[in-house]
């Protein structure tokens, strides 16, 4: 069960602002040493805890629209921390923390089954097929504090939760209990050139994720901003990444609906 | 030169045609194992598999083989404790195929995971609330009972029978396999329902998702019963065409009909509960979620997965089947009733493809499309390889076990004495064209 002081780390990211420049991607795959091979250009098999996708409201010239939609791992709490994929997994090799609002993967303890990849339905998790192998010599500019995975595991985003662990330590060195809001953030927050990206603490008022979206605790977290929305709602996921929009089609892009329920989907 | 093997009073093919036949159903079969060192080697890429389709060919294949050897428990549940003591003619090559399928789901699942060495983490870090840790407990608890209900069997070969531990080891164990055949019954149920329950709780994928009772989605029920309705059509299925393979009558009409006639009305109320679901899925659950019914069937390449796949699933897979399986006509011809249980287990196929490859298909997010797969030929070779697997110990299990025990009754490879007696106008002459005395050297 939520404690009363126990955090639910979460995600904003504003949609008007997001170029699609691909930063995030970067800085994630940088900062949490994943892998690659030389061939990448089919993206189903490739590892990207960041995703940029591209949507359109596919409408012909002039009126021809485009949004680009950064998706990293929602971490879903679903029904108290029985998200799509922590629920399914027959090891429990991921977990949900109810001190974090993480959905943690132990790389360890995967044995590959790929249960959690079918139940996940933003298809953030993803499989190592392949050994990882860098180029000579870049395997010196990995990030110690990350764990490298091996061929035949799952992994996905893991909302940098080695630099809340760094925070957490040099707090105690301090002499402090609690940490600040900028002292955890993540990788692709901090790389976004145009301040699309915000990250903190969804249960604490104060933090500007809280202030952005204004999750409503007692509607499973639903955004009482109506520019907000999450990805998929309707299913139940209760995710813990709200985007941010001021167009209605990339916010009804957002989920399905039924043509009696407004205009038709976007693709 | 294997005659001492073969069970007194039958006729064998002569031994080097058998080996010839193994050899050939055994170059299949090393040409699936091939394919798993490539696997176990090189690793999943391998296959065809990708980051959408985290669950294909060997999934299905787990769950079909599955549900298709529940002609094993589901006979010996009627064999056994609602004493339909017919079946008693057709138990030992249900039992045989439950144990070739089951061993077969268990040796795919040893390829499929990405890390085969971990997959005892199953047992040690066991998730209660995954579908998967309850169908791996009931999984092997269930092969362990059918390897101890394939044991007598395999005791009554002829040599082990002559010695007395043994011969009174089989007897016994004869003696108290209403137990087995009950602790089957009773694992089997939760695993076949577990497997179906394995999409039926993915609420993140509304084509596979259902609503339920307390934690059980309705799927894990549908499964349970497909397989009751659907395994028993195999074992016919498989009763046939080895029949049709050896030239033989094996079983008698009437016990193939009666097997016939239960599977026929478990699969008419199948077919009732599924669609019940697949009305209330269509009308409530998916529009729930923001999904009509031809959003799963529509607009996908090449109608891969178009509507055409439910038809054939519910009606023509399903319905047709039960309805020729429940009328005494159809179970008495012998074409309809082939083409029946032929129906039924590709219905049983049908839908186990669509719960797991389908699911993964048809896209959530809106601005992602259909996923698409082709599996590998290494995919098709390890699929393929349970199949020779099968055929290779069917063989030697029809070869030197008494697997049909109607099968001297059926095939007489002697006239009666009493009536040769009978027809002999001196007992000292010897009957024209009257066979040698059996032997089984000369089988």
Redesign the interface.
Known sequence: MEKENSKKFGMVIDLDKCTGCGSCMVACMAENNIPFREDETDKLLSVSWMHVYRLTNVKPFPDTEECYLPRPCQHCEGHHGHSPCVSVCPATATDYDMDTGIVSQIYTRCFGCRYCMAACPYHVRQFNWWDPLWPDGMEKSLNPNVSVRMRGVVEKCSFCIHRYQLAKDQAYMEGRREIEEDEYQTACTQACPAGAITFGDLNNPKHAVYQMVKPDKKNGGKPKNPKAFRLLERLGTNAKVYYLSSREWVRRAGDNYLKTEGQAKHA | MDSALIPEGVKRCPTWQFIIWIGVVGAVMMWGVFAILLVYIK???QTN???????ALWIWADLTVIALGGGAFFTGFLRYIIGKDELKHIINYAVLIGFICYSSALLILGF?????L??W??F????V?????EV?FCLTCYFGVLCIEYLPLALENRQIDKVPFFHHLSHNMHEIMAVFAATGAFLSFFHQGSLGG?PG??????FGFREGVLIWPWTFFLFTWSAAAGGPCFTILITKITEKAVRKKLVKDNVIELLAKISGWMLVGYMVAKIIDTWYWAAFTA??????LM?FYANNPGSVYGIWILIAEIGVCGVLPALILITDKGRKNRIALFLAVLLAVLGVCLNRWVMVLQ??AVP?????NW?QYLPSWQEIATTILPVAYGIIMISLSYRYLPVFPQERELNPIEAPVSQTQEQLPEPETPPAGAEPEPSPSGS
Not at chain 2, 112 to 116: A, I, K, W
Not at chain 2, 129 to 133: D, N, R, V
């Open positions: 690793g999943l890429n598999m990708n980051n959408a389709y985290g669950f499929d995971v990405g890390q085969p971990r997959a983490f199953i040690w870090h066991a998730n609330h995954s579908m998967l840790t791996a394995v709780v993915m609420f993140g994928r509304p529009p729930s979620k923001g999904f009509t959003d699911v993964l959530v997010l809106t601005f992602e996923a």
